[in-house]
């Protein structure tokens, strides 16, 4: 029976307050058309990217296929806890991750009790991860953003 792993020994590097966050998967045979297809669907890219919002911790992500579909690679970078990072992953998208994993080999589904042993599993460490700005998260990078806007519009209002 997998017991469930301690959160001292989770993958990932840090940079600042950001971690790298990369899984491998092997793609069921004949399954990387669907995984495809899953991607394709009228309002996906819409609802994913609402459900990711709700996340306020994932910078970016992304989704590919690679060795002739037969391998899976999702990897983001995220703000803070691992362990909360996935919960908010099971909590705000679980159709998202269930619709595109159910592809894979040994995938249970992310409501499985197990299922940060199996992340951990398919969890690559990078070799090396760096950012340019470490101390910004998310929500750091949104108050710039607003900011940034708010006094371009008293720019152009004073022009």
Request: include cysteine; charge should be negative.
């Amino acid at each position: 029976m997998t017991t469930h792993t301690e959160k001292q020994t989770r993958p990932g590097l840090r940079s600042g307050r950001t971690n790298e966050f990369t899984l491998f998967f092997n793609v069921k045979p004949g399954h990387g058309q669907q995984i495809r297809e899953v991607f394709q669907q009228p309002g996906f890219e819409e609802h994913r990217k609402e459900m990711s919002t709700r996340i306020g911790t994932l910078h970016d992500a992304r989704w590919v296929l690679f060795d002739d579909d037969t391998r899976l690679m999702f990897a983001t970078n995220f703000d803070g806890d691992w362990d909360a990072y996935i919960d908010d992953f099971a909590k705000y998208i679980p159709d998202v991750f269930d619709a595109i994993l159910q592809h894979t080999e040994d995938y249970p589904g992310i409501s499985d009790p197990h299922i940060k042993d199996l992340i951990v599993a398919h969890q690559a460490t990078a070799c090396s991860y760096f950012r340019t700005i470490p101390e910004a998260t998310v929500k750091d990078l949104q108050k710039a953003v607003a900011v940034n806007e708010a006094f371009q519009k008293l720019l152009d209002a004073a022009s």
